[in-house]
């Protein structure tokens, strides 16, 4: 912490000295070669799908602050906007990414309460993966003195979901109960560690066998996705459970609304389900959506339960509630990764391997490349030739 405090005092004088200068030169054009490196998406499908490229630099206009991005988070939405699985996708060529931290480098108007120089972190709707991001002041947020940047960009998205989905929408008390699926990932790590600051809470948590020794200790009573976890928790608490977080959908609905007690709540804020093979599949998209059970009303009303839905982006960008926004808290941080490994850390979370949140590291250099493998393999088996040049040989990542 101290080390990183003492560079970013140095950077900090840098931009203000460079934006002193700038005030006495004349405005540039557009096409000065000011450039940045970011992280394409050129279309939906599969890893293919992602360069690293340069782009024009943005600059700030009315109530926007300019953020030199020295870290941005990578989540599961993201591989999902990657196949192209999202409601509404936007149109490509876009950059990707939802979250970033850096340093503000300058502001345009109406920037109250930010300084060239600030620590931040920022809700961005697309654009996060970049050097340079331009986001209205409504979305940034102060980092804390003893917060490092690493700890920031794993901050934003899944610990403001994980806070408002138990004490926003389930209103978690002391000696309640709470089941979260994939305890393993980045919001399930950040729902245990905010549980554990009610007193009494019992957290039963759902993860693929192989992280089991990595994440027991962060939860009350861990089950195996694979087995069937619904009669080990009955065993445990026959009544069943106050709060489910469920972030796969499809089988697992019907399961998680059989453990919920009376006026418990259940709230779905993903569908992981949906996700198999590398590219989107008709397939998993259907048979995910058939095997939720049809809710039928009137049983909600004769067993008193809640279903609820949490979108953070929506309730961001959507219903510009930015103002509810407010928490601090440690983030677990499962590895980083160059911009230039954005598609081996996108396959890291495509197999489930995070224990915790992935982090791609502006400052940090591309590891060195393993193999000379040139192609992929398609869902179907089939080879897709790599477009446009892009290098998609497997790196050796840089695990915390």
Not at 28 to 52: A, P, Q, T, Y
Not at 142 to 156: G, I, V, Y
Not at 184 to 213: D, E, M, R, W, Y
Request: aromatic share 8%; glycine share 8%; net charge negative.
């Amino acid at each position: 912490m101290a080390k990183e405090g003492s560079e970013m005092t140095e950077e900090t004088q840098q931009m203000i000295e460079k934006q002193l200068s700038k005030e006495n030169e004349p405005v540039e054009s557009s096409c000065d070669g000011k450039d940045m490196r970011v992280v394409i998406l050129s279309g939906f499908g599969g890893l293919n799908k992602l360069r690293v490229t340069k782009k024009a630099m943005p600059e700030p206009v009315d109530g926007e602050v300019k953020i030199r991005v020295k870290a941005c988070g990578l989540n599961f939405l993201d591989l999902l906007v990657r196949q192209g699985t999202i409601d509404n996708p936007p149109k490509p060529p876009v950059v990707p990414g939802f979250e970033c931290c850096g340093i503000v480098e300058s502001m345009g108007e109406n920037t109250q309460g930010f300084e060239i120089g600030d620590r931040v972190m920022a809700f961005v709707n697309y654009n996060a993966w970049a050097e340079v991001v331009c986001i209205s002041v409504d979305f940034v947020y102060k980092m804390p003195d003893e917060m490092s940047f690493t700890e920031a960009a794993a901050f934003s998205l899944n610990y403001v979901a994980a806070y408002m989905m138990l004490f926003e929408v389930a209103n978690l008390r002391a000696g309640m109960s709470v089941l979260v699926h994939s305890a393993g990932g980045s919001v399930g790590q950040a729902v245990a560690q905010l549980c554990s600051t009610v007193p009494n809470v019992t957290v039963f948590g759902i993860a693929s066998c192989f992280k089991h020794t990595s994440i027991k200790g962060s939860v009350t009573h861990l089950f195996d996705r694979n087995t069937d976890y619904i009669q080990e928790v009955k065993k445990i608490s026959p009544e069943g459970v106050d709060i489910v977080l469920d972030c796969l959908s499809g089988e697992n609905t019907g399961k998680s609304l059989s453990l919920l007690k009376p006026l418990g709540t259940y709230i779905l804020y993903g569908a992981s389900n949906m996700v198999t093979g590398e590219t989107k599949s008709f397939f998993s998209f259907a048979k995910s959506w058939w095997q939720v059970e049809k809710v039928n009303l009137f049983k909600l009303y004769e067993e008193n339960k809640v279903i609820a839905g949490f979108s953070l982006l929506s309730l961001l960008f959507k219903q510009k509630k930015c103002s509810l926004v407010k928490l601090k808290i440690k983030p677990v941080v499962d590895s980083l990764w160059a911009l230039e490994e954005v598609k081996e850390a996108m396959q890291r979370i495509h197999d489930r391997g995070n224990i915790g949140k992935l982090i791609l590291d502006l400052d940090k250099p591309p590891t060195p490349l393993m193999a000379s493998d040139s192609t992929e393999t398609s869902e179907a088996g089939e080879e897709e030739e790599e477009t446009e040049g892009d290098d998609i040989k497997e790196r050796m990542p840089f695990i915390n």
